[in-house]
């Protein structure tokens, strides 16, 4: 099997980058929240199985 890889670049227009910066943004806090609550638990319980 050959894999290949396909390089692109957006261009995207200043309304698209307003959005972008928002979505990625809140992203950003939520993926800080989930790990912010993943450590608190492992510090509760470090027995604990991993949630998925």
Request: glycine share 2%.
């Amino acid at each position: 099997m050959v894999n290949k890889a396909y390089k692109i670049r957006l261009y995207p227009t200043p309304d698209q980058q307003v959005l972008l910066a928002r979505t990625f943004g809140c992203m950003r806090w939520f993926w800080n929240q989930m790990l912010a609550m993943h450590i608190s638990r492992y510090a509760n319980n470090p027995k604990a199985k991993f949630i998925n």
